[in-house]
T-cell receptor, first 112, second 116 residues
Framework: LAKTTQPISMDSYEGQEVNITCSHNNIATNDYITWYQQFPSQGPRFIIQ???TKVTNEVASLFIPADRKSSTLSLPRVSLSDTAVYYCLVGDWSGGYNKLIFGAGTRLAVHP | GAVVSQHPSRVICKSGTSVKIECRSLDFQATTMFWYRQFPKQSLMLMAT?????????EQGVEKDKFLINHASLTLSTLTVTSAHPEDSSFYIC????????????FGSGTQLSVL
């Protein structure tokens, strides 16, 4: 059972900033929050990972509030090539070991 | 980032045959590997988790005798789809992680299996 909730789809235009929010109300103390990008017929690609506050890398920023019950992936200036499905994952220790369950993801469509 | 190599990228087989998919971590040792399957327009579904040198742990509803997983070394895991049927046609993706990377998974490029 996935522990995350994201919007099913989003639309944006080239050059705009896109923010995708993920809810993870039952996040555990040791869980990290990780975001992946997937193009059709490819394996997911790591985007960014964080534990709390803000993390920034060359492609995105990740904002995590103090309660860690949600997180927001921010893509600064999207292009057509950012059209993909974005997944938010948190660690799942329910099985006694660390397994990661994918939620439905957010299908982002970037328009010219 | 770390590289996970998955082969073959695409395979077409006849119903009743077995297909083996390999997943290798090229520049790191993978203590744990995961196997997912994905149907069109759907999310990834975790099939099983394998730790090097031990038996795989299968998710509920996944037949362990049909989907044989072997994780014989820290860099190689294989998934064998035995007696494949058309309903097994899917996109199979492996991923690997090490303790040092927390929940950061590195994914293979996936294998599109088509069973005729």
């Amino acid at each position: 059972l996935a522990k995350t909730t994201q919007p099913i789809s989003m639309d944006s235009y080239e050059g705009q900033e896109v923010n995708i929010t993920c809810s993870h109300n039952n996040i555990a103390t040791n869980d990290y929050i990780t975001w992946y990008q997937q193009f059709p017929s490819q394996g997911p690609r790591f985007i960014i990972q964080g534990y709390k506050t803000k993390v920034t890398n060359e492609v995105a920023s990740l904002f995590i509030p103090a309660d860690r019950k949600s997180s927001t992936l921010s893509l600064p200036r999207v292009s057509l090539s950012d059209t993909a499905v974005y997944y938010c994952l948190v660690g799942d220790w329910s099985g006694g070991y660390n397994k990661l369950i994918f939620g439905a993801g957010t299908r982002l469509a970037v328009h010219p | 980032g770390a590289v996970v190599s998955q082969h073959p990228s695409r395979v077409i087989c006849k119903s009743g045959t077995s297909v083996k998919i390999e997943c290798r971590s090229l520049d790191f040792q993978a203590t744990t590997m995961f196997w997912y399957r994905q149907f069109p327009k759907q999310s990834l579904m975790l099939m099983a988790t394998s730790n090097e040198g031990s038996k795989a742990t299968y998710e509920q509803g996944v037949e362990k005798d049909k989907f044989l997983i072997n994780h014989a070394s820290l860099t190689l895991s294989t998934l064998t789809v035995t007696s494949a049927h058309p309903e097994d046609s899917s996109f199979y993706i492996c991923s690997a992680k090490t303790v040092a990377t927390n929940e950061k998974l590195f994914f293979g490029s996936g294998t599109q299996l088509s069973v005729l």
